[in-house]
């Protein structure tokens, strides 16, 4: 089980953002991607989830390529869910989070109690539950997120992208989804594949990190192998200091 | 039945009432009913549905809530084919202006959509910049088509007789056979829009959502522009370009059941032939004997509902 990119390029309009690019990720396993602005990190996930298509290589989904699969197949086994997705005017939560039963509903078929039950699940693992007549519009923002979890949730999928998941949510928020994404990996065994700004909390919440500059990986592996004054010096260009976080272990990163 | 019972000339609605489950009025009442009222109200009905649909759809694949179905440059396409027609060809036979006018929606649409193409696939950003670029072009090619009709209607006086009837929209005259041969292609319309509900309401959460569905993106928005074209074009054909009804009845729609395609369509539908119906019950009763084109009573009752509405999101 892995998500592989082999030989990849990636672009948009002729202009190569990522090229010749191979990369494996392993399965049940939180994997955060960083890197400074524009090295491509997120037209990376977006490839892998095949909202941008290959101009050149592959990705593979347990080893099979992603190219001989139908479009519903795939987005029985892999979701992405992007930056700034968009609720429609007026939607209830309920119903947003039953849209994620797309690739499962049969054509001319309402859906039926698999897909209540998966609504139900992943209203519950993303603690939504008691929100489902709210309108989205009137959530908050760190609701409003994981409302968006819910519905990539009960699409059911093994992996789950997720494209910056905590920008516009303050500390205590992007804590509180980190820790979801977490609990979700380790109690459901999904892969979680995000792109992340922050090292630390990236460092702290993944097991196994990818640093990009210009469309290249610099370093992939555990976090304390990547997060090192070495390797951010090279990806970001700082001079950094690199400690042991006194509560939690992980690579803490202190600009100097 | 009350669309039946007014007129130019007034029947009792015990008439009316005695003729759908007897076995008919005698007389000039037979004639008013069958031949004139009757047909009459349901172009009015299948209009005012194919606009509301029309609406819906578009304003969902669009995600602008102000998107109706003139913004797809249908309704100046439909009228600048007819006027052309008109103009070189001397056509004036209403089998031939209405096929001309659903080639013309259909050619704007085509057009709009080329320009407007929003296929560049990009990320959230791009896709709401295709969205724009969509009612961009919706309202150059508007504005084109538009600009050709007001110069050929000004050189030729033969022209702007008929342009009237076009550019206000109005359920006057012997539609009978109009309804005859443009129902399919209502039909054909509403029928795409239904068997794409899924794709349609996926696709109203972004291109990218859509296509983390599984859900082929360009495919749906170029289908569901099809579905549009369709709808409005036969529309525009039965009963010329008819404003508001597309842009209101998907607002007090999704205030009643909520965004998703399939319930809205169950009621758009029913209450755009309504809102038509009555409008036009209306426009023949207060100026009887003469009556006012069905456009300009949506328009006068349409524009402050509209202002109503704005008024009321706002707050």
Redesign the interface.
Known sequence: MSLEARNLTLGYGGQAIIRDLSLRLPSATVTAIIGPNGCGKSTLLRGLGRLVPAETGQVLLDGTDTATLRNNAIARRLTLLPQSPIAPEGIRVGELVGRGRTPWLRPFRPPGQTDRDAVQRAMQAATVSELREARVSDLSGGQRQRVWIAMALAQDTDWLLLDEPTTFLDLRHQLDLLKLLRRLNRDHGRSIVMVLHDISLAARFADHLIAMRQGEVIAQGRPAQVITPAVLERVFGLHTSVIADPLHGSPLVLPM | MVSLALGARALPLAQIWAWAFGAGAAGPADAIIVDMRLSRSLTGIVTGASLAAAGLVMQ?IT?N?LADPGILGVNAGAALAVVLAVWLLGWSHPFRLSATAVCGAGLAAIAVFVLGRCG?????AADRAGILRLTLAGVAVSALCLAFVSAIVLLDQDTRNLYRFWTIGSLGGGEADRLGWLWPLVAAGLAIAV?LA?QI??L???A??A??????SEMTAGLALVSVAFLAGGSVALAGPIGFVGLIVPHVT??LV???ILPGLAVACPLGGALLLICDSIGRVVARPAEIQTGIILALIGGPAFLALIGRVAR
């Open positions: 969902q995600r809530p560049s696939g990009g990320d959230g068997l899924r309401d996926a109203a959460l972004g990218d959502t296509r983390s569905f599984g859900v082929r999704r205030m909520g965004p998703s």
